[in-house]
């Protein structure tokens, strides 16, 4: 009974972990760039496991300033998990790895309502960057944080990490204010 539970959670956890997002813009938006991305996932009970996202993650703008805060929107598209139990509801927490002219990381997040079994879950994580440094900064998925709330269940979490490499989703060019 524990095995089969566990296992309902870790596929609802992981499938809410890759759940998507996107992005507005205050010079107009950026070109979305499409990424598959692999990631290792935890589940309490059931360990880890491999899930596989594509995506598209979105920037409000391709060109800003520093010191002007930069909105993303990040949009799962594909996942290869399907829940086999209905999911009441979820929250994701995902952060997002800035490198180039400047390194730093920020967060997005995400809530979604109910999903039936084996449908892939849908949604949309926000967030934001201010840059500090003029330049070109690349960015790069990183941990995932994925709580899902299922009535046989309970609240699950999945912890997932990115494998490398981690592809670049989005380039944003900055300049001097």
């Known amino acids: ?11 609802a956890a992981t499938t809410i972990t890759l759940s998507g ?3 507005v813009a205050p010079y107009g938006p950026a070109e979305a760039s499409s990424f598959s991305a692999t990631y290792t996932c935890t589940v309490p009970v059931l360990g880890s496991r491999p899930v596989t996202i594509n995506g598209r993650l979105t920037a409000s703008a391709d060109q800003t300033t520093v010191g ?3 909105r993303f929107h990040l949009r799962i598209s594909r996942l290869n998990l399907r829940t086999p139990v209905a999911i009441d509801s979820w929250t994701a927490v995902a952060e997002i790895d800035v490198n180039g002219a400047q390194t730093s990381s920020f967060r997005m997040t995400g809530t979604g309502g109910p999903v039936t079994p084996r449908e892939p879950i ?4 926000f967030g ?3 840059p500090r440094t003029p330049g070109t900064a ?3 998925g990183a ?4 709580t899902a709330r299922v009535a046989r269940v309970g609240q699950l979490t999945a912890a997932c990490t ?3 490499p981690r592809p670049v989703m989005e380039t944003v060019t900055v300049l001097q204010s």
């Open 122 to 125: 849908s949604g949309d994580l």
């Open 162 to 164: 990115p494998t490398t």
């Open 128 to 130: 934001s960057w201010t």
């Open 21 to 23: 997002a996107a992005v």
């Open 1 to 11: 009974m524990i095995k089969s539970i566990g296992r309902h959670a870790l596929t």
């Open 143 to 146: 941990n995932v944080a994925l």
């Open 68 to 70: 002007r805060p930069v």
């Open 138 to 140: 690349r960015f790069r």
